[in-house]
């Protein structure tokens, strides 16, 4: 999410961050094996960052990210003032063939998983990015995201909302999109042609623009200081 993170600040977004899971990229601590134990780690990360919880801020999450944003907003703390949901879905589930992939003791299982039916360059991105990870946390993080299903709370968020796809996103595909879109009120859908499920990577400047201009219509909050940008999980 770093290259991400640099397209929001260089959009306008000067405080616009990626936070590490427990566990990876310089983050002491286990890896957590849930959607809801992440969203924890992230409320913590929060705090942290701002010092209170009431300060406002946005949460911007691709894929799992977006999961935990979701999660997160379910029982949104007092200062969340928006969500940015990229590439994901109110439910989510892995193809075998990562897990597969990622269990295995060697590189065997990788061809496997990157003929799998529907396979692309992108997916195969993501598989590579997953095994660079310390694989404890790779495998709870795809297992996490296997068990993901807030199908029957989505309606719940009121927050605004973005939702952003690739329109060849085979991970999370468009009906993924139009799900959240259909049952989160007021929701705004942007569809990017083309483009598949690493849009952070892919398309970074793009999901910059769509969520600065998003938030850039949000009204301001009335008493308060102006929101954070957003904070990629």
Request: hydrophobic letters at 40%; a negative charge.
């Amino acid at each position: 999410m770093g290259a991400l993170a640099n397209a929001l600040r260089a959009a306008g977004c000067a405080d616009a961050r990626a936070l590490a899971y427990p566990g990876r990229e310089g983050n002491e601590g286990l890896p957590r094996d849930t959607v809801a134990a992440l969203a924890e780690a992230v409320r913590d990360a929060v705090r942290a960052a701002l010092g209170d919880l009431d300060r406002p801020h946005v949460m911007l999450g691709h894929s799992m990210g977006g999961a935990v944003a979701i999660e997160y907003a379910l029982d949104p703390p007092r200062g969340l003032e928006a969500l940015v949901l990229v590439s994901t879905g109110a439910r989510l589930r892995v193809h075998p063939s990562i897990l597969a992939a990622l269990e295995a003791t060697d590189g065997a299982e990788d061809t496997n998983a990157t003929q799998a039916p529907g396979a692309s360059a992108s997916f195969a991105r993501g598989l590579e990015q997953s095994r660079r990870a310390p694989r404890p946390s790779a495998l709870a993080d795809w297992r996490a995201a296997n068990a993901f299903d807030r199908m029957d709370r989505i309606h719940e968020l009121t927050l605004p909302t973005l939702i952003v796809v690739g329109e060849n996103d085979i991970l999370t595909p468009l009906k993924y999109a139009r799900f959240l879109h259909e049952h989160i009120p007021g929701a705004q859908l942007e569809t990017l042609p083309g483009a598949g499920h690493s849009l952070p990577t892919e398309h970074p400047s793009r999901v910059a623009e769509l969520t600065e201009r998003f938030l850039a219509s949000l009204p301001t909050r009335t008493g308060g200081p102006e929101p954070t940008p957003p904070r990629s999980t």
